[in-house]
């Protein structure tokens, strides 16, 4: 398809941290067309999904206009489109829906997807955490719950207030620690009539420790905190079944509960396979160290979608500085690469890695060496590199006051239920969970 414009055309799958990153700095280079496909219209900031779900912030903290970014770019086009083909020698891409982009150079950053490796009824009766739209389901879940029992308490018997959390990385131990705080702060003020004391939090991973690559001092930390917040952890455990009115764990013990949250891992977006490549570890795409892949020069795959070898040989993390990074990375390749210059090795500056672990503890391992910190500093350092890693001035302090809200009082933030049917449960759907007849 031509357009009648000779500038180099770059087409960019993605708009998470790693095409944005790419795409921002292309748009620097008006000699440059750049197309962003993404199936949402806006960026969404997933280390503070769980927030969201969780009612500390709104939807809209986290998820920035992807037009916007680019308003004052016109040799950037944002479009709409869901990608399923995708023809590595000629860089064409095509929508579910009939378009087709092709570029002088493809950039393919459509990130994960949850990998439920296979467990029984986990896809339908889980509740995944990877998108917002997961995230506002899940909030709906969590609230709608607790209006049903603030209405009819005998609920609780099956399972209203259970809520088992799979896998214990940083996304299970957050949500684990605010979902802690939910049920000890905002139960109280909010929810008069909701016996808190028969809240259960169940955190299961198959692994020994939680936070797996901090130290063991850490490993202890977090699991102080969480207990304290009320959360039962279960190591070397995984969950076996999810069905509709509980969970089986691989222990055997039944769980009744409306409200399994997969946390448990992640796989590379279907993007990965529709390229007809060999796929490698996680589903991913295995890239060169200057990020190209599949022998074809121009074609790029950066952040979650990639296998992207690190100083040591291994894959790099699954995180949202190694997607940016490599995006920044890739267009500088690009550019390269246009210029009749050679491409550069992506190198990654480890910045450390942090998780919070509820309103006011934090963990971090700050910089190279991963030198550690618990507590407040942490909590600072966490909320000062979050507000900003976040896009757009007004998300940063909209999420500053929001957190700010939270810490100093009682109540969180907006509890809306506003996805009504994510809130409404068949409470005779499951037989494991009936209640006995009386005798
Ligand atoms: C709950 C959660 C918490 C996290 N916490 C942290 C953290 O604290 N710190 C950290 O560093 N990292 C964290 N991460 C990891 C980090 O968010 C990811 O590594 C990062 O977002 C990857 O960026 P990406 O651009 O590769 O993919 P994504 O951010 O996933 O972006 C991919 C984009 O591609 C789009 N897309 C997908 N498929 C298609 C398609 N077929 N067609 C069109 N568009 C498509 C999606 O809509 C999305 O916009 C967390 C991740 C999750 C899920």
């Known amino acids: 398809m031509s357009s009648g414009d000779d500038r180099r055309h770059v087409v960019i799958v993605g708009g998470g941290f790693a095409g944005l990153g790419c795409a921002q700095k292309l748009a620097d280079h008006p000699d440059l ?75 393919l950053a459509a990130g994960s997807q949850p990998n439920f490796f296979g467990t029984q009824g986990a896809p339908e009766n889980s509740f995944p955490l990877y998108s917002l739209d997961n995230a506002t389901r899940l909030r709906s879940r969590i609230l709608g719950l607790l209006e049903q029992v603030d209405r009819d308490p005998q609920l609780i018997d099956r399972g209203a207030l259970n809520f088992v959390i799979v896998g214990g990385g940083p996304t299970g131990v957050e949500v684990a620690g605010a979902i802690g705080d939910m049920i000890e702060l905002t139960l109280p003020a909010e929810y008069h009539n909701v016996d808190t004391s028969r809240a259960h939090i169940y955190l ?107 100083p040591d040989g291994k894959p790099l993390p699954q995180l949202g500085s190694v997607a940016l990074q490599s995006g920044k990375a890739a267009a500088e390749n690009i550019l390269a690469e246009f210029a009749g210059k050679p491409p550069k090795d992506f190198a990654y500056r480890d910045k450390g890695i942090m998780a ?13 060496k991963h030198h550690e910190v618990h507590g407040q500093l942490a909590h600072i350092a966490w909320l000062g590199i979050h507000a900003s890693l976040m896009t757009g ?28 049917e994510a809130a409404k449960i068949d409470w005779e759907d499951d037989p494991a969970v009936m209640p006995s007849p009386a005798t």
């Open 33 to 107: 067309r750049i197309t962003l496909l993404d199936r949402n219209n806006y960026h969404q900031f997933q280390p503070l999904l769980y927030q969201v779900a969780t009612s500390l912030l709104a939807p809209a903290d986290i998820a920035h206009s992807l037009r916007e970014v680019f308003a004052n770019q016109d040799n950037v086009e944002v479009e709409l489109a869901e990608i399923s083909e995708v023809d590595l020698p000629t860089k064409t891409v095509k929508s579910s829906d009939g378009g087709e982009w092709s570029g002088d150079a493809l950039v």
């Open 204 to 310: 299961v991973d198959l692994g020994d420790a939680l936070l797996k690559p901090f130290s063991d001092k850490a490993h202890a930390y977090v699991a102080k905190v969480l207990k304290d917040k009320g959360v039962d952890i279960h190591l070397g455990t995984g969950v076996k079944e999810v069905h509709t009115g509980h969970a089986v764990l691989s222990d055997g013990t039944l769980v009744p509960t409306r409200c399994v949250i997969w946390a448990g891992g992640i796989k590379a977006a279907p993007v990965a396979a529709a390229c007809g490549l060999a796929q490698g570890r996680g589903g991913r795409v295995d890239v060169e160290s200057d990020l190209t892949f599949g022998g074809h020069p121009g074609v790029y795959a950066i952040g979650d979608i990639a296998n992207i070898s690190g």
């Open 356 to 368: 919070m672990i509820g309103r006011t503890e934090a963990i971090a391992a700050i910089g190279e």
């Open 393 to 420: 001035t007004r998300d940063k302090i909209e999420a500053i006051i929001a957190w700010a809200w939270d810490r100093y009082t009682k109540t969180g933030g907006p509890h809306v239920l506003d996805r009504r």
